[in-house]
């Protein structure tokens, strides 16, 4: 069965802190990898990874997959209070269609 | 329209009780996703419709829930005789069939907050 783990599950930091969200997968037949954002209901895209060492990067987050060690990582620069939310990570594989295994999420709080 | 529309946005029902969720997806966007996501639990695959392909329904955990889409657009998802477990924020997502190959991935409507009183 397919699995993906992320780590922390929590996270407080203050404001203009860098944090570092882990995500850890095991997916059979491993296509790509994604990070979302997740505030009130609507998860957000983010990212989507599927070359090993590239980074993606957008404003202060960046993301880069290791395929070799299964596992990538999302960082945020000078954090921000809106920053706060859960960041979801999911794993796809080539065959089943299009449908992700989610992790249960790293709960990023930014306190002023 | 512009995003994905779920309805109602809310809903508590009592045990037993059948409840039907919707969701309409982006205009043109030929592949719908239903996901439910348990308290403090990471999303949970329920099914997925591709075009007029058979909808890949292998996540559905039990036999009471069904999810049909007609017309290759809205969808309902359909929970008879609900549990209190079946209490969850139900997800739905659509994407375009080349989304994977433009490097995007799906968008998610707001959801359903399901409660089994």
């Known amino acids: 069965e397919d699995k993906v783990v992320q780590s922390p599950l929590s996270l407080v930091v203050h404001e203009g802190d860098t944090v570092t969200l882990n995500c850890s997968y095991e997916?059979?037949?491993?296509?790509?990898l994604l990070w979302y954002k997740q505030e009130k209901k609507a998860p957000t895209f983010l990212f989507m990874l599927t070359s090993s060492g590239i980074e993606k990067k957008s404003g202060r987050l960046s993301s880069i997959l290791d395929k070799k060690e299964l596992f990538s990582i999302l960082n945020i620069t000078a954090t921000q209070t809106g920053d706060s939310a859960v960041y979801l990570c999911?794993?796809?594989?080539?065959?089943?269609?299009?449908?992700?295994?989610f992790g249960e999420g790293t709960q990023l709080t930014v306190n002023p | 329209g512009a995003g994905v529309s779920q309805s109602p946005s809310n809903k508590v029902t009592e045990k037993g009780k059948d409840v039907e969720l919707r969701c309409d997806p982006i205009s043109g966007h030929t592949a719908l996703y239903w996901y439910r996501q348990s308290l403090g639990q990471g999303l949970e695959f329920l099914i997925y419709?591709?075009?007029?392909?058979?909808?890949?329904k292998s996540g559905l955990p039990s036999d009471r829930f069904s999810a049909e889409r007609t017309g290759g657009s809205v969808s309902t998802l359909t929970i008879q005789r609900t549990q209190q477990e079946d209490s969850a924020v139900y997800l739905c997502?659509?994407?375009?069939?080349?989304?994977?190959?433009?490097?995007?991935?799906?968008?998610f409507g707001s959801g359903t907050r399901l409660t089994v009183v």
């Open positions: 997502a659509s994407s375009l069939a080349t989304a994977w190959v433009q490097g995007a991935g799906y968008t």
């Open positions: 999911a794993g796809r594989p080539r065959t089943s269609g299009s449908r992700l295994t």
């Open positions: 997916v059979t037949n491993f296509r790509s």
């Open positions: 419709f591709q075009g007029n392909s058979a909808p890949d």
